[in-house]
Structure formats: C-alpha cells, structure tokens
C-alpha cells in the first residue's frame, strides 16, 4: 500500500504585471483627483479669509469695551495690491468724533502702536490663488467706528463726521454692512464667493 503524499497549498500572489497595472491606476485617478483636491483647499482658505475679517471686526467691537476708547476700522479696498485690507486703529478717548484719527493713522500699520490688527489682502494666498476683499455699498471705502457704549458709527470719508444713523446723505446701510472674499487667479473668480455682515449695533458674522 503506497503512501499518499500531501498536496503543496498553493500561495496567492501578484505578477509583476498585476502589480504594474494596479500602480497605473492608482497614478490616473491621484492625477484625475489632484486639481480638485487643490481647488476644494483653495476654497477654504477664502473661507478662512472671511473668518478672518470676522474675528478683526468682533476684536475692535470688544476691545473698545475693554479698554474704554473707541477703535476705528478702516476699510481701503485699494490697499494692498488692489486686494484690499481692513484696519484696526486704537484712539485716546471714548468718542469717534473727539479722536485726531489721521493722527493715529500716520504712516499705516507698521510700527505704529494705535494700530492693533489688520488683514491685508496681498499677504493672502494659496497656490495660484489669490483673494480679494470687497464692501460692495463702499466701493471707495468706509471707516467703522465702536464706542465703548456699543454703540457703532461710520462714515464714508474722513471730511465727513462720524453718524451712528442707519442712512447718511449718500445712502442707505440697510441695516448693517456687507463683505465679501473672492478667490481668484489668471483664468478669472473662481469658487463660491464668501460674504461677511457686520450688523449696526452687533457682532460681525459669516453670512450663509
């Protein structure tokens, strides 16, 4: 009687070519997947510029009750490369229209102690992206300015005096003030188009 001899298990593997072709695929969909990818990060980070001017805003609005002065925010959208910037200037005194603001504002931000905090729109890019700030009702600008009462004044120059008024003799604010954040690069706008409110007599907002 002849013994029976155990069969070899036989051990799954890959062929070089198997191998081969599960790396090509790999390639195709990274590269397939990449600009997505780049784009969907290039759009967060409009949404971190927006949060951003959030933050700037909520940071003059409480700072001026903290230390009881009034803090001007300066909006320029033709600062910074054409990009635009917001401003945070620290006064003397609890009144909008008692500070020599031109005076504190001097020379700009840099090296200048009254001012506290800014963002700038030419210090905000990713990749090829870039991302401008608007105010859409002020296309030439506007000044922001909290009392340490709460209560919130503007103006759209500085030849003219600050009006805590929700209309001045140009126009109306309805209600509050609106921003926006656009990411763009050399082909155009690209993504969604983040827009920040800043209600007369509340805290600063992303708007949904």
Same mark, same amino acid.
């Given at each position: 009687?002849? $013994?029976?001899?155990?069969?070899?298990? @036989?051990?799954?593997? $890959?062929?070089?070519?198997?191998?081969? +072709?599960?790396?090509?695929?790999?390639?195709?969909?990274?590269?397939?997947?990449?600009?997505?990818?780049?784009?969907?990060?290039?759009?967060?980070?409009?949404?971190?510029? !927006?949060?951003?001017?959030v933050?700037?805003l909520? @940071?003059?609005?409480? !700072?001026?009750?903290?230390y009881?002065? !009034?803090?001007?925010?300066?909006?320029? #959208?033709?600062?910074?490369?054409?990009?635009?910037?917001? *401003?945070? %200037?620290?006064?003397?005194?609890?009144? /909008?229209? !008692?500070?020599?603001? #031109?005076?504190?504002? &001097?020379?700009? /931000? #840099?090296?200048?102690?009254? /001012?506290?905090?800014?963002?700038? &729109?030419?210090?905000?890019? $990713?990749? *090829?992206?870039? %991302?401008?700030?608007?105010?859409p009702?002020?296309?030439?600008?506007?000044? =922001?300015? $909290?009392?340490?009462? &709460?209560?919130?004044?503007?103006?759209?120059? +500085?030849? *003219?005096?600050?009006?805590?008024?929700? =209309?001045?003799?140009?126009?109306?604010?309805?209600?509050?003030? @609106?921003?926006?954040?656009? @990411? %763009?690069n050399?082909?155009?706008?690209?993504?969604? *188009?983040?827009?920040?409110?800043?209600?007369?007599?509340?805290?600063?907002?992303?708007q949904?």
């Amino acid at each position: 009687m002849g $013994f029976l001899r155990p069969s070899r298990s @036989r051990v799954a593997a $890959f062929t070089l070519l198997e191998m081969m +072709v599960v790396v090509g695929v790999i390639a195709v969909v990274a590269a397939a997947a990449a600009p997505s990818i780049g784009s969907a990060r290039a759009d967060a980070r409009a949404q971190e510029v !927006a949060l951003d001017m959030v933050r700037l805003l909520r @940071r003059a609005r409480s !700072a001026s009750a903290g230390y009881g002065r !009034a803090h001007l925010v300066i909006f320029d #959208p033709a600062s910074d490369s054409g990009n635009g910037s917001l *401003t945070v %200037y620290r006064g003397i005194n609890n009144r /909008c229209n !008692a500070n020599d603001w #031109p005076l504190f504002i &001097g020379g700009g /931000c #840099p090296g200048n102690d009254m /001012c506290i905090d800014a963002v700038e &729109g030419d210090q905000q890019t $990713f990749g *090829t992206s870039n %991302y401008r700030m608007r105010a859409p009702d002020f296309a030439g600008g506007m000044q =922001v300015c $909290f009392e340490p009462t &709460g209560i919130t004044r503007w103006r759209r120059t +500085v030849a *003219t005096a600050f009006t805590s008024n929700n =209309v001045d003799g140009i126009g109306s604010l309805n209600g509050g003030f @609106r921003f926006t954040v656009q @990411r %763009y690069n050399g082909e155009g706008d690209q993504g969604v *188009t983040r827009r920040v409110v800043l209600p007369l007599g509340s805290d600063a907002r992303i708007q949904r």
